[in-house]
């Protein structure tokens, strides 16, 4: 299965054609770790004919009125796709008080409150936000620093793949991308990122 994970920036790239085709050839699903247009979701998942998944960003403002269409929040919920499980949570730390902005312990009440249902289903495997985890792929302002929660999370349920955006960050190669932290390889998806599972040592 071929990924395809967007955050924060626009790539026109990605919806154009060559010969026909998408710029990405055989993309099985598209993740969007926020920040972006709901339009920009709508013609991605009408351009790759894929499901897709997404979480809000803090300046994602106008999904209430104009929600992406035939997409998927994630946010706050557990679901499984193709027997992957995956969990997702919007917004970024508390800056400003503005939508989508969360203090750690807010965030970690959303997290205590999928702890049955994380048991139930015998933990997770990716992880999408939009904000780091604190200390890993983070910054030090108040807007960009992640939440300890997620570091937390990763200690205890060990998902092979956690993956964020909100860190604006050019990348020569998507090695630079990635930060391993236990069993964990924490990804910032900034712009577009893509891998293909179960290859890639995602597995």
């Known amino acids: 299965m071929k990924v395809l994970v967007v955050a924060d920036t626009v790539r026109e790239e990605l919806l154009e054609t060559a010969g026909g085709s998408p710029l990405l050839p055989d993309i ?7 920040d972006l247009p709901p339009e920009y979701l709508t013609s ?14 803090n300046h994602d403002l106008r999904y209430k ?26 917004g970024s730390r508390w800056y400003n008080g503005n939508v989508n902005q969360f203090t750690e312990r807010e965030m970690t009440g959303f997290i205590r409150r999928l702890k049955f249902t994380l048991w139930r289903k015998k ?29 937390t999370f990763i200690e205890k349920y060990k998902p092979p793949l956690f993956l964020h955006g909100h860190i604006h960050k050019l ?30 040592g995602l597995s």
């Open 28 to 34: 099985d699903l598209v993740i969007s770790c926020g």
């Open 123 to 151: 933990g997770v495997d990716w992880v999408v936000t939009h904000a780091p985890p604190r200390y890993i792929n983070d910054e030090e302002d108040r807007c960009h620093r992640g939440f300890n929660i997620y570091r």
């Open 171 to 200: 990348f020569n190669n998507d090695d630079e991308r990635i930060t391993r932290y236990d069993n964990t390889k924490v990804i910032n998806c900034y712009g577009y990122y893509t891998f293909t599972f179960p290859t890639d």
């Open 65 to 90: 009125s104009s929600p992406p269409l035939g997409c998927t929040s994630i946010n706050r919920r557990l679901i499984t796709y193709k027997d992957i499980r995956i969990t997702g949570f919007s």
């Open 44 to 57: 991605l998942k009408a351009r790759y004919d894929t499901p897709l998944f997404y979480v809000l960003g």
